[in-house]
């Protein structure tokens, strides 16, 4: 009987995984990325914990008369930084953000995704081509390390070994507000 309900919310969880564009979520579009989120308090949350220190002034267009308008200054800022940061240039760079709640939805994507339990609160799955974040860890480290993992995904015809993959990412994470 567990194992039956336990197939069944993860069945209706991948529904809502595969399907972010139904129901009340809403979807932002910036020059790279299209951003998924289901609560605008998430979004809130979100732009709030992406806080961007002294690099606010470099942003283009300010940060915008909305939270919409700020999160994607913020976002197409931070992956330009990264492919700076990285000197990687992919050619029509476009992937997804899906904005979570709270790590345990993550958490709960990636079990979904990978049939693994991980302590993970951010992560890119390459295969959907999906960064998925909780907004309450949305720092400007954990959002550039995983843009990160996109940039050098899209940047080489054969994705490089996944510890390469990992150390340019931290170097992207590490460098990102220099």
Do not use: W
């Not at 579009?29 to 709030?48: K, Q």
């Not at 390459?126 to 843009?147: G, L, M, Q, T, W």
Request: aromatic content about 12%; glycine content about 4%.
């Amino acid at each position: 009987m567990n194992r039956f309900i336990h197939i069944c919310l993860c069945l209706l969880f991948g529904l809502l995984l595969f399907c972010p564009f139904s129901g009340s979520a809403a979807e932002l579009e910036t020059r790279f990325a299209t951003i998924t989120y289901s609560d605008l308090d998430d979004l809130r949350e979100f732009n709030d914990e992406l806080y961007m220190g002294r690099m606010s002034s470099r942003i283009r267009n300010g940060t915008g008369d909305s939270i919409e308008d700020e999160v994607i200054s913020k976002i197409d800022f931070i992956v330009e930084k990264v492919m700076s940061v990285l000197d990687m240039y992919p050619s029509g760079l476009k992937f997804s953000i899906v904005i979570r709640r709270d790590v345990k939805a993550v958490k709960l994507d990636f079990k979904t995704l990978y049939n693994m339990d991980v302590e993970y609160i951010a992560f890119y799955s390459p295969s959907k081509n999906i960064v998925f974040y909780s907004a309450d860890n949305a720092n400007i480290r954990v959002v550039a390390h995983e843009i990160g993992h996109v940039v050098v995904e899209h940047y080489f015809k054969i994705s490089p070994p996944q510890r390469i993959h990992e150390v340019l990412a931290q170097f992207a994470e590490q460098h990102v507000t220099d």
